[in-house]
């Protein structure tokens, strides 16, 4: 049903062909001015009011002389009879003469409204009917149903799938397309176009009676449709043309416009029908067809073999058309003032529309004859066919109102080249539109390219984008041999093409590494010659890249036909990967012979008036210069005061005048004194012009007469120049004695600004009686013109003045005569006190009165341009897009004589961003070569040495060439706050109660005591808290927290507590007293009552805490638990953590809109508190280094937000940053740069974000006391605190976390953040620890060269340095290949100039010879018992941990509840060197509140241990009564063979202890000795390259080298291998920590098929040149311990099938019966269970398929009552697709069904990826099963 509304709605297709003509397009026009937009004027309404007037007066005049109202009524019944016969009169004659004027209007109307309801072929002769073909239709339609529910089922169904997460289980269970056909209403032949093809227009009309069932599994949906409407026009072209049967190679089909489409819902989807629901689900049906049936998408069915059908789908477009949208003349008035009664006019914008191709222009406000002159290009795929639809509308604040509609068909365009005319818009009373559309045809060569570019030049446009020179086709085809993602997974393929500014994404390809995309981007090019096409092939999300590749728009221009089609090797990829694309360049040429004379003559007269880049000031501008005058004392000045009658003589009260250049300054008066001290100064801005003074005159201040002259100076100002600088005493004349001291300076000025900082502190040293500030600079402004200035609301041209003010300093211009572009040449000069923060503001206006734009200039923008000169046009905010102005600011700063270092010349010694560029552009532009015909792409900046360069500009001198590039400036790979960052604590202030609180509220006059309303005012510093009123209350009860962050060393001294009560006047004091910080901070926690003073009784119960955070998260748990149970009054919530956040800087921040860089700032929002950095200078990489502090309520649910923007309003990107990231952090500190969304994909962020978990001292929930706790005795108002101590070790973190690192890696680390990442070491530390490599000369004896035995039994070995983490380190993508052994033979003649390769590494001695101490925590027995009940009477119990420490490490133990004799079950790892005279410390401590109490000690000698290899007894507490510990000590010696690795495994698999720590199964040590051929970087320099090793969660880092490209770092490391069947070693190679220059991937798995465990060889690199590889050793040692040897014994200590220890152990078997499509899980048992009482468990097996979480994929073995070990052997069966398989994943959980409420029910839990077992084969295996939160 059509709409009459008019509305943004697609046309419909199915109408066929415009049939508007010349002539009703005038007569449109005519109609529509005779439409003028009316209103009420004042006059009509006032004439109005006059007649009603009129009317009543015959009633008043009746009842003031007392007539008969008979008399009166009969009077106005015959008035009345008259007035309606005259107006149903008027009423007849205005509709015969409309119906004149619209008869031809209505006929078209009537006849319009009748052609719509027949076919096309009846309205239009060229469309033919075709009735044959329906019956051929109705023939074949069983046959297109078929084809159609395959189309559905493979096409369309998949398409939804993956659009939505939900509906990822849809299916189509019935398609049955019914048995009516569609039919062809008419069909069109198009014959002018292309020979070699046959083009058709088939008007279609399908009303079927289809049925399409669709069932949604995961929600148990089904819906249906039953009855489709189909109509639109669909074009087929048949193409190419053969000479052989079938004489059509394939048939290509596609909607030019979207059809209407129409459907019956059945099912569920009935709620679909609604209105307003069934527009959006019709629409995202049509999306979906739209996906591959509509332009540009084509359905191409190709008939024979051999065809191109890539090109079939996506052809080249027919042209491009220009479409210059002018301006607009007489469109409808649709805004009103005063409710309608005045009429406005209107805010025109326009929307234009070429298929999918969508513009909106810029709205004109209050006009209704806009001017745009705004410039679009559009893509055109098809002609005759694509139209352009023109759509006005008047914008509004709600919904904005239709102002008429038009459209053309670009086929007109086509034939006529150029189209500039007037469109009458339709649907309106008035308006029309005018278009100039250019129609740019495809040329495949360059010849015209030059031409192009230089007439686009010309051509300007208020829509911002500059016009194209050309358009860039890339058809994306197929990738081969794409690396695999992490876990060895195939990936997800997609592609991501950048041309500029402009990124287009490809559809993902799912599980392959041959993808096949076939898709077409189209790009416009504005300058082919600079352009890029970068192409990046990703994973699905968009995080990993698998491979990158850019090719330089330039190499297409040197090939035939602007055309490449070749296969490109991809780079950061695989060896092997590669890609085929296809890239077609074709030139925008618009033909101007075939254009008609009268259309080329607008065309001239159309272009855009010329206005001048730069200001002309005069030569005088930015001459003058500044005097500082400094009034220092007078001395022995005339006395004029007497006293008495003149019998006594007085003094004077002296002042000075000084004037120069018009300018008058006045001192203050000194009173009494005739040697006065004024120490003031005064600045003026002065022209060097001959002749001027500076006149200095001294009076004396008189209250009643005229003040008495006391002398007066005068001096030349070009003596003041000419000296710069004069300090001296000026005796003043005309009077007897008196002299002034003044210090007189010409200030330098310098265009330079590398020393504000210094000046400005210069500058704030100084101090003035008169309060001013010197100048640092002076502002010399320009303001030339100004441009687009809207016109008045009256439709005038208006007066424009400009009014210029910096800080106080206001100036104005003159006034210009009427006009939209005023002139006025007038400069300015302002004072700057400072250039970092001065603004300049710009206000343009009408004569004063009404705004008409203004522009806000910063001065530092300034600092940074060339010589501190801006020169440009600037934007006017609050005016038209189009109004500018154009000016010049020159700013030259002030250097003071008396400056350090003033006297020489000030040099800029960094060039500036500008110079910068361009240098840069200059080295680029003489290095530039022909790109080489090879498929890899080289960078036009990195050169080989032997291409040849064409332009003679490449001969510039390297000299010049070094000079003019600049250095990269490293960035640091961590942030460097303040020492005091993050050193801040939390005081928690608890107001809970008040007891005898004084009486102040007397009732009956004061006989009667009433009570009080009392409340706190609690005051920390800066912060101040009121609590609640407590009504009538002198034993009142808040119950309220309230938490201050504080720094312990630097905070406030007191916290102050006053108490009043609420009066409805002044409220009355009721007490108050202050508590010490110092006694808060060292007592940690007290709760007491504190006593008020100054009244006469009263108490206040106080809790006050103080917490500093701890750095890791072991009690959480317990503080969120605390928190959960905490409430009160003030609804506050405890914090549970203090976040800080450092932000240090950003890198490579997006330009803004304008170009220009961006003024960026950073808003942190963390829940409801928002923080905003500094707004930094105009800059892509701004620094802030300001920090932050958060608090933190739930660390597992809250997240920081960061938004950076430039100046607050455009965005520059964002992060999101949940804190619970931090908890997998070593120390809960996370410092390294960030990845910004929405911005480029180079933009980071450095940011530092420290968590601190509040470790509240609280245990319980505090209670009022009540009113009846009066025995408790007071407490004076400075009370004594308890001295509560910390525990040292309570900020350390796990054990299972803590890292050993060799004094190597310390020292390298050190050095690497105290000098950065760039610096060298000494040269005394680069001589010990990195030897300089010789050179090795060709060897004359076979027996001198090395063999892999040789290095493999030699004992030279060198430090090393360990990090323990876990093993689950994910798949790498490819194994690193080794390079050949290097035998006798390989090694040649050499010239002397070479170096040669060594083949094998030399690590140092000691390499390989550390070992690890395993140490077992089991338990104690008959501790010392340290708790107390009862005040001593009672004896308690103790809570006991172990502290162990040896060679510098530190772990602690769990802490035991209540146990005397406790069991901790945890092991502990430690790689030490087994000469080493250590000693293994134990101490044991009874965990307290307050300080924990001692409970013995004992140490071991590691000599002892390593003697003994294994040791398991028990060891006797010293220092105290009673009490000893069981440890197992055993120092594991290592194999260099894997014979026993099984047991040793299997080792792993049997023992669980409770600090989840799993023993290492291996040492794997790694030599780093040099790399080879690395590449160079992009800038062309050699890298500063580090080697990164990654091990599971260990990473280590090598030293940074010095430039070049075979690095050498001569360091070792070690790592902690948990299953070297799995596990690999990770090695990223990169220059500066930031670009990657090559990385290598080695399984552990391939050491232990290699002689005595070593690799010791050249490896070739990934992602790097083909010749780089990388010189390591690695070794692997399997550590063999001797509890192996206890496995069949039963007596292995910590076995999981003790009960009581760990969460056990279940044992699966998974299978896949490929005939049945079945998934088999077998749950045979489980061992080692938790047991939750003495009798055991009550369990059972829960298994759930992920990720469908319905109750069909939830099953459950039955319960085994009172078992640890229980056996189940159940079967369960899962119907799902052997591919589908792969990606899911199956929970298994074991349960206790005897759980109570509170207890937990789940025992432990094992999550298995089922595309990591060959289920096929089938797989039994006991899985570990692990804490729920695991």
């Known amino acids: 049903m059509e709409s009459e509304k008019p509305e943004l709605s697609e046309p419909k297709a199915a109408e066929g062909p415009s049939a508007g003509d010349a002539e009703q397009k005038a007569h449109s026009a005519a109609a529509g001015d ?7 004027s004042a006059v009509a309404v006032l004439w109005t009011f006059g007649k009603c007037l009129g009317a009543l007066l015959p009633v008043y005049l009746a009842g003031y002389y007392r007539v008969s109202t008979s008399l009166l009524v009969f009077g106005m019944m015959i008035y009345t009879g008259w007035k309606h016969a005259r107006e149903a009169k008027e009423e007849r004659l205005r509709s015969a003469i409309q119906f004149i004027d619209n008869e031809d209007e209505q006929t078209f109307r009537t006849v319009s409204k009748i052609r719509r309801e027949l076919p096309a072929w009846v309205n239009f002769p060229d469309v033919e009917k075709v009735e044959w073909l329906n019956k051929v239709l109705q023939q074949v339609w069983p046959f297109v149903g078929q084809y159609l529910e395959k189309l559905l089922v493979e096409t369309i169904a998949p398409s939804i799938r993956a659009s939505s997460s939900h509906l990822q289980t849809l299916n189509f269970t019935k398609v049955d397309m019914g048995d009516k056909a569609m039919k062809v209403v008419g069909i069109k032949a198009h014959t002018e176009n292309d020979k070699g093809q046959v083009l058709l227009d088939l008007y279609i009309s399908y009303v079927g009676n289809v049925e399409i069932n669709v069932e949604v599994k995961r929600y148990f949906c089904k819906a249906g449709v039953k009855g489709i409407q189909l109509r639109g026009m669909m074009r087929v072209i048949l193409e190419p043309l053969i000479g052989d049967v079938p004489i059509v190679g394939a048939v290509t089909m596609f909607f030019i416009q979207r059809p209407t489409l129409d459907i019956n819902w059945t099912g569920l989807t009935n709620l679909l029908d609604i209105p307003g629901l069934n527009v959006m ?28 059908v890539a090109q079939l789908r996506s052809p080249l477009p027919r042209g491009v058309v220009r479409i210059h949208l002018l301006e607009a003349q007489n469109l409808a008035a649709k805004d009103s003032y005063v409710k309608g009664v005045m009429a406005g006019l209107s805010d025109p914008y326009a929307i234009l529309r070429v298929g999918p191709q969508t513009f909106t222009s810029k709205h004109v406000d209050n006009t209704d004859s806009p001017k745009w002159e705004e410039m679009y290009e559009v893509i055109v795929h098809e002609v005759p066919g694509q139209e352009l639809e023109v759509e006005i509308y008047d914008k509004d604040p709600d919904q904005d109102d239709f102002l008429g509609r038009t459209k053309l068909d670009l086929g007109i365009v086509k034939k006529s080249i150029v189209v500039d005319d007037w469109f009458t818009l339709k649907e309106t009373p008035s308006g029309r539109v005018r278009f100039r559309l250019e129609w740019l045809s495809l040329l495949p060569s360059t010849d015209h390219l030059e031409q192009v570019l230089k007439r686009n030049e010309s051509v300007t446009s208020k829509a911002g984008d500059p016009p194209s020179s050309a358009i860039l086709v890339v058809y994306l085809d197929k990738a081969e041999a794409l690396p695999m993602k992490k876990g060895n997974k195939e990936p997800n393929p997609m592609v991501q ?53 850019s090719i330089p728009m330039s190499r297409l221009l040197s090939h035939p036909d602007l055309r490449m089609d070749q296969w490109f090797q991809l780079d950061n990829s ?31 007269g159309g272009l855009s008036k010329q206005l001048p880049q730069q200001t002309c000031p005069h030569s005088s501008f930015a001459t003058e210069g500044l005097l500082r005058i400094h009034l220092l004392a007078g001395q022995n000045l005339v006395p004029k005061d007497n006293l008495m009658g003149g019998m006594v003589k007085g003094k004077s009260d002296p002042y000075v005048t000084m004037n120069i250049g018009g300018e008058t300054f006045t001192s203050q008066v000194i009173k009494g004194n005739l040697n006065p001290t004024w120490n003031e100064m ?5 022209t060097e012009l001959p002749g001027q003074e500076l006149r200095v005159e001294v009076f004396d201040k008189d209250m009643d007469m005229k003040d008495d002259f006391m002398g007066r100076l005068k001096i030349n100002l070009k003596h003041i120049i000419d000296s710069q600088y004069t300090d001296q005493w000026y005796s003043l004349s005309d009077v007897k004695s008196g002299r002034i001291h003044m210090v007189l300076e010409w200030v330098p000025k310098s265009s330079e600004s590398d020393r504000v900082d210094q000046v400005l502190q210069f500058y704030s040293r100084q101090s003035f009686q008169n309060k001013t500030v010197p100048s640092a600079g002076l502002l010399f402004v320009f303001i030339e013109q100004a441009d687009g200035l809207p016109v008045k609301k009256s439709g005038k041209d208006p007066k424009v003045g400009a009014e210029i003010t910096l800080r106080e300093v206001t100036r104005k211009t003159t006034v210009c005569d009427r006009t939209t572009s005023p002139q006025w040449n007038e400069a300015f000069c302002f004072p700057v006190r400072d250039p970092r923060k001065d603004i300049l503001v710009v206000k343009l206006s009408h004569s004063w009165t009404l705004p008409m734009g203004s522009l806000v200039v910063p001065i530092s923008e300034l600092l940074s341009e060339p010589e501190l000169v801006l020169d440009q046009w600037f934007n006017l905010d609050g005016a038209s897009p189009e109004s500018q102005v154009l000016l010049r600011a020159e700013l030259k700063m002030l250097i003071p004589n008396k400056f350090p270092g003033a006297t020489g010349k000030v040099r800029i010694t960094d060039p500036t961003p500008a110079q910068q560029k361009q240098e840069t552009d200059t080295v680029l532009k003489s290095s530039s070569v022909a790109a080489p015909p090879v498929e890899n792409i080289v960078s036009t900046v990195t050169l080989p040495k032997d291409i040849d360069v064409d332009e003679p500009a490449s001969n510039t001198n390297e000299d ?45 006059g004061g006989l009667v005591k009433g009570k009080s309303d009392p409340y706190a005012t609690i005051n920390v510093g800066e912060f101040a808290f009121k609590s609640r009123v407590m009504k009538e209350d002198l034993n009142p009860v808040w119950n309220e927290v309230y938490e201050v962050v504080l720094r312990s060393d630097s905070g406030p001294e007191k ?40 009244v006469k009784s009263g108490r206040v119960r106080l809790i006050l805490e103080w917490i500093q955070g701890v750095s890791h998260n072991a009690t959480l748990d317990q503080v969120m638990q605390l928190q959960s149970l905490q409430s009160y009054q003030n609804k506050t919530v405890p914090s549970a953590a203090l976040l800080f956040i450092y932000v240090d800087r950003a890198h490579s921040l997006p330009f803004k809109k304008s170009g220009k860089e961006p003024k960026a700032g950073a808003e942190l929002v963390f829940g409801d508190t928002t923080y905003k950095t500094k707004v930094c200078d105009r800059s892509r990489s701004p620094e802030w280094n300001e920090a932050f502090h958060f608090l933190v309520h739930n660390p597992t649910e809250e997240m920081l937000i960061i938004k950076l923007s430039s100046a607050w309003d455009q965005p520059m990107g964002s992060l999101v940053f949940p804190v619970r990231e931090l908890f997998s952090e070593p120390q809960l500190v996370l410092d390294r740069w960030m990845p910004l969304d929405g911005a480029l994909p180079e933009s980071e962020i450095l940011l530092r974000a420290e968590l601190k978990i509040l470790n509240s001292k609280m245990t319980e929930v505090p209670q009022p006391s009540g009113t009846a706790s009066n025995k408790e005795a007071d407490i004076s108002t400075e009370p004594t605190f308890r001295a509560i101590s910390e525990d040292k070790s309570s900020s350390q973190l796990p054990t299972d976390e803590l890292v050993t690192v060799s004094s190597q890696l310390k020292h390298s680390e050190a050095t690497e953040e105290s000098t950065g990442a760039s610096s060298e070491p000494p040269a005394a530390l680069r001589s010990e620890t990195f030897p300089a490599a010789a050179l090795v000369e060709e060897p004359t004896d076979p027996e001198e060269h090395f063999t892999p035995s040789d290095v493999a039994d030699r004992d030279d070995f060198g430090p090393q340095t360990e990090d323990t983490g876990l093993d689950n380190l994910a798949q790498a993508t490819m194994t690193g290949l080794p390079v050949d052994n290097l035998g006798p033979e390989t090694v040649t003649k050499i010239s002397n100039a070479a170096e040669v390769l060594l083949p094998y590494s030399s690590p140092n001695q000691g390499f390989g010879k550390e070992g690890v101490l395993r140490i077992h925590l089991l338990g104690a027995q008959t501790l010392v018992a340290k708790d107390n009940l009862m005040g001593g009477m009672v004896k308690g119990k103790s809570d006991p941990y172990v502290k162990i420490n040896v060679g510098g490490v530190a772990f602690k133990s769990r802490v035991i509840k209540e146990n005397l004799n406790p069991t901790w079950n945890e092991m502990y790892e430690v790689v030490l060197s087994g000469d080493g005279d250590h000693e293994i410390k134990f101490e044991v401590f009874d965990k307290d509140l307050d300080s924990d109490d001692f409970l013995g000690r004992f140490s071991v000698q590691l000599g002892e241990v390593i003697r003994s290899q294994y040791t398991d007894q028990w060891y006797i507490l010293n220092g105290v009564k009673s009490g000893k510990v069981h440890l197992i000590l055993e120092w594991v010696p290592t194999v260099s063979h894997s014979v026993t690795l099984d047991q040793v495994q299997q080792l792993q698999s049997l023992q669980v202890y409770q600090n989840k720590a799993v023993p290492a199964a291996a040492l794997l040590f790694l030599y780093i000795d040099r790399a080879h051929s690395l590449p160079l970087k992009k800038s062309g320099k050699e890298p500063k390259a580090g080697a990164e090793l990654i091990l599971g969660e260990t990473t280590h880092r090598t030293q940074l080298c010095d430039r070049s490209t075979s690095p050498k770092w001569d360091e070792s490391f070690y790592f902690l291998v948990h299953d070297p069947t799995r596990q690999m070693l990770v090695i990223k190679l990169s220059s500066g920590w930031d670009q990657p220059m090559g990385s290598l991937v080695v399984s552990v798995k391939e050491l232990l098929t290699e002689p005595k465990l070593v690799l010791d060889q050249w490896f070739y690199l990934d992602g790097a040149l083909p010749d780089s590889k990388m010189l390591l050793r690695a070794e692997l040692k399997i550590l063999e311990s001797k509890m192996v040897d206890l496995i069949g014994g039963g007596s292995l200590p910590c076995s999981a099938s003790d009960s009581g220890s760990g969460n056990g152990q279940v044992k699966l078997s998974l299978s896949y019966a490929s005939q049945q499509r079945q998934l088999i899980v077998t749950v045979h048992g489980c061992r080692g269970l938790l047991a939750q009482s003495k009798d055991g468990v009550d369990s059972y097996v829960s298994l759930m398929l992920l990720p469908d979480k319905s109750k069909t994929t939830k099953k459950k073995t039955a319960v085994k009552k009172r078992d640890v070990n229980p056996e189940y052997n159940e079967k369960f069966e899962y119907a799902v697709r052997e591919d589908e398989v792969r990606f899911r994943r199956l929970s298994v959980s074991v349960k206790n069904s005897s759980a109570s409420f509170r207890s937990r029910d789940v025992i432990g839990q094992v999550q298995i990826e089922l595309g990591q077992f060959d289920l096929v084969a089938g797989v039994t295996e006991w899985f570990t099963l692990k804490e729920e939160a695991e």
């Open 34 to 40: 005779a439409h003028k937009p009316k209103g009420i």
């Open 281 to 308: 689900s019709d629409s995202m049906i049509m999306d979906a067809i739209a996906s591959f049936l509509v332009l540009p998408n084509r359905l191409v069915v190709p008939l024979v073999q051999g065809l191109h």
């Open 497 to 549: 093409l950048s041309v500029q500014d402009v990124t287009r994404e490809s559809k993902t390809c799912y599980t392959t590494i041959n993808p096949e995309w076939e898709e077409a981007f189209t790009f416009f090019i504005q300058d082919p010659r600079k352009q890029d096409i970068d192409i990046q092939v990703k994973d699905a999300d968009r995080v990993q890249t698998l491979g990158t590749l």
């Open 574 to 604: 695989g060896s092997a990967s590669r890609i085929y694309v296809n890239t077609v360049l074709r030139v925008l040429w618009l033909d101007e012979e075939r254009i008609p004379s009268s259309v080329s003559s607008n065309l001239e």
């Open 682 to 686: 005064y600045e003026v801005i002065l």
């Open 960 to 1004: 010049n060439v070094k000079e003019s590039t600049i250095p990269a400036v490293a960035r640091p790979l961590r942030s460097s706050p303040d020492p005091s960052f993050a050193s801040e604590g939390l005081l928690r202030i608890i107001l809970l109660e008040a007891q005898n609180l004084v009486a102040k509220d007397n009732k009956m």
């Open 1055 to 1094: 916290v102050q507590v006053e108490l009043y009560d609420k009066d409805m006047d002044k409220d009355d004091f009721l007490g108050r007293f202050q508590i010490s910080m110092g006694d808060i901070i060292h007592s940690q926690y007290t709760d007491q009552w504190y006593t008020l003073s100054d």
